[in-house]
Every structure is written in structure tokens, then in C-alpha cells.
């Protein structure tokens, strides 16, 4: 939620209140001031602390558009790599991803 790097791991550190805090005052900021007051927190996540993860923040480089695509070429008909990270125009969203997923399975089956 906090795309933030350096904000992201400070407001982590502070705890799960100082990282909701962040988030929804970066939705007021983008969206209004009503858009958090029917929102609570349901789950909080602290992989910036978790030994093997350390951060979970990724996104794409929006020139390098024309290289998603390649990335979900299925090797040798054999393996098929469906991800956020394959579609050639939304990388690094979640529908993306349940896209790639589809074309990966269609591939997969039209063997």
C-alpha cells in the first residue's frame, strides 16, 4: 500500500497504526477527504521485518513496456509464465495478473 520506499519501511518500523496512517492519508491526498471514513483495517503485513523477504514492493518501468510481453513467451512449449510482470500493458496490477494467468492456461491447453 505505501509505494513509498523509504516512507514505506519508516512508517513499518513505527508499527501497524503508523502504516495505516500513511496509507490512508495517501488515499485522502489521491482521492478526497471521504474516501477512508467507511475504511478500517482487516489485515495488517510486515514483510519489511520478515528475515527472508525483507520488503514486498515491486513495479514496472513503463518504457520497458515492449519487453512484458516477451517475458510471458512460453519456453520450448513447455513452461508458461503467466504474472503481473507478463502483460504487455498492465504490469503491476492485480488484473494483469489474473489476465496473464488466463492466457498462460489457454496456452497450456491448446496443445
Known sequence: M??????????ARRGPEATLSAALD????LFG???CKNLQPLV???WVNLP????AYSHAISRLADVMGV???PYYDRVFFP???THSYDFSTAHGAFET???AARELLAR
Not at 505505501?2 to 512508517?11: F, H, V
Not at 495517501?26 to 491526498?29: I, T
Not at 527472508?52 to 520488503?55: E, N, P, V
Request: hydrophobic content about 35%; overall charge positive.
Open 26 to 29: 495517501e488515499l485522502r491526498l
Open 44 to 46: 495488517y503485513s510486515d
Open 71 to 73: 517475458l510471458g513467451t
Open 52 to 55: 527472508l523477504i525483507g520488503g
Open 2 to 11: 505505501l509505494p513509498w520506499r523509504s516512507r514505506g519501511r519508516a512508517a
Open 33 to 35: 477527504p471521504e474516501a
Open 101 to 103: 494467468g488466463l492466457r
Open 83 to 85: 504474472g503481473e510482470a
